[in-house]
Antibody
Framework: QVTLRESGPALVKPTQTLTLTCTFSGFSLSTSGMCVSWIRQPPGKALEWLAL???????YYSTSLKTRLTISKDTSKNQVVLTMTNMDPVDTATYYC?????????????WGQGTLVTVSS | EIVMTQSPATLSVSPGERATLSCRAS??????LAWYQQKPGQAPRLLIY???TRATGIPARFSGSGSGTEFTLTISSLQSEDFAVYYC???????????FGPGTKVDIK
């Protein structure tokens, strides 16, 4: 079955760089159509899509955050990594990774359980 | 960027009653719309994609309709496990990105 799991620091200081890892199983990112996204949710607020990487190593970023984000994959390890630079308290959120199968549709069919990242000095 | 709005923000419903949730897009997204359910402390769960297709394992009491800019999620007879926050998401404007609505909380009346 498909599973995804996020990992990374629970606390980062302002101006630091956040690195999150999504480790998944049940599918391969080398299979045509497979994609993994990062999505975040500040406490009590709505979901915000951040970035997507696809099977062909194409990368897409939120327009508002693209200067701070980098997404990459390690197909052999079944992992996707997101880095976000210059963290600020407003970036405090639960960060999710989620799978998409890009066959004319880009909805998120499987999600990780999320990891809460707090930005505070 | 396509802006998604949802109404109402909160919907109070008694168990067994029907719930109707609305989602509106600032411009047409065709049928490229999904609905998700999120319970406290949990990740979102895909309910509906393509505006009206139920995801695997989703009960038939959940139905989606609409196209263009106006969409509806209907829960025909609310069960206790359905009290949650529901989000819509458009994926028509891809690339550059996806957008979610602000959510509708369905709580117990």
């Amino acid at each position: 079955q498909v599973t995804l799991r996020e990992s990374g620091p629970a606390l980062v200081k302002p101006t630091q760089t956040l690195t999150l890892t999504c480790t998944f199983s049940g599918f391969s990112l080398s299979t045509s159509g497979m994609c993994v996204s990062w999505i975040r949710q500040p406490p009590g607020k709505a979901l915000e899509w951040l970035a997507l990487i696809d099977w062909d190593d194409d990368k897409y970023y939120s327009t508002s955050l693209k200067t701070r984000l980098t997404i990459s994959k390690d197909t052999s390890k079944n992992q996707v990594v997101l880095t976000m630079t210059n963290m600020d308290p407003v970036d405090t959120a639960t960060y999710y990774c989620a799978r998409t199968i890009a066959v004319a549709s880009y909805y998120f069919d499987y999600w990780g359980q999320g990891t809460l990242v707090t930005v505070s000095s | 960027e396509i802006v998604m709005t949802q109404s109402p923000a909160t919907l109070s419903v008694s168990p067994g009653e029907r719930a109707t949730l609305s989602c509106r897009a600032s411009q047409s997204v065709s049928s490229n719309l999904a609905w998700y359910q999120q319970k406290p402390g949990q990740a979102p769960r895909l309910l509906i994609y393509g505006a009206s297709t139920r995801a695997t394992g989703i009960p038939a009491r959940f139905s989606g309709s609409g196209s263009g800019t106006e969409f509806t999620l209907t829960i025909s007879s609310l069960q206790s496990e359905d009290f949650a926050v529901y989000y819509c998401q458009q994926y028509n404007n891809w690339p550059p990105g996806f957008t979610f609505g602000p959510g509708t909380k369905v709580d117990i009346k």
